[in-house]
């Protein structure tokens, strides 16, 4: 809820991606993009069946270009996914609250990422490739370290990929934005920080006596 | 990516919010619900246009049987929302981590509610109400302490609100749920909590001399 303007951002790759609205937070370089996909693991992945939106939340991962999710093979939103129906992915990571002097411009903090196009079915082989990153993405180690898929397991996954053509971010990391006459105030402003942080591991307690905790728990950190 | 199905949930409120994948994570009451939704305070709005879905993060409140989100005047979103297109409005929070001993059964823990419905505009005096919930909310006491809106102000703020009527949530919060085989083997398992957590406050270097930081900042909690 600002008017200022400063930085000009890269130009949009389409007319879609453009922001409209608070259009100088836009990042269209591939850096931030990434950087913000790979910070989280879980995105809202948008479609339309029978003229109804649905948003489902679900687990990603980014392997060059494209973004993958999986699911059951069952599943209704992936059977009508690999028929190549539109897509909306996108990643929000909530970095604050910004507490202006004026009602009008008290803001959050944050990054995200929308991403228009199509998803696509992963066959066999890349279905297996990309699940082995999405686990050692998780934690360095964790796929050699489990029990591996059975074949029925891995009949019950299916994987999906996007290819990120269409895509733009957005960034507000700043302090208030305030009126001048605003500043001029005897109010207080500032923000307060906001921040995804990990608990110590808890281990199972079907543990089996005498197991010890594998290095990739005990070293893990969640957003690298 | 379990077969367990332990509790009967509540029924749904209608099919559509019916959970078909891991329906033993389904919780219908209310209070589970209201709790997810006001436990945060950014949900993902999907909608369509011409066909397109998008998805599209933004800051929510609830007030009894209504989720309410705010915007631009001008917003393209807004204003097709306003129309009475349907929505679908999700929350969702990641809570956690789970290792299982085989890699099929890796999961994360998390809270989430998808509801479907129509947007309606607010008029004046119910945007006007709104708002001041909503700032009251992240933080009691600011509605009165920051400069009141203009009448431009006001003029370039829409809010829209949608029925909870057809909503439904999803509670993971479990250890690994695993194979009897794995449970017998010497691997470890576990789980590793993440939460938002809050930093010190942070005074706008343009701050004037003198000026105090006001309660609610001192007392700040998020997600209360």
Known sequence: MTTADTNKPAEPPTERTRLKRYHW??????ETINAIIDAGIVCQIGYVIDSQPYVTPTNHWRIDDYVYWHGSSASRMLKEQQRGIPVCFTVTHLDGIVFSRAAFNHNIN?????AFGHGELCDEELKREALQVFVDRLAPGLWDYA???????????KVIRMKLDEVSAKVSDGLPDEEPEDLASNLWAGSIGLQLVQAPPVPDPKLRPGIDMPDFVKNFKYSR
Chains 1, 2 share one sequence.
């Open 110 to 114: 944050f990054r995200s990422v929308m």
């Open 147 to 157: 029990r591996k898929p059975t074949d029925q397991e891995w009949k019950a996954s």
């Open 25 to 30: 937070l836009a990042k269209y370089d591939q």
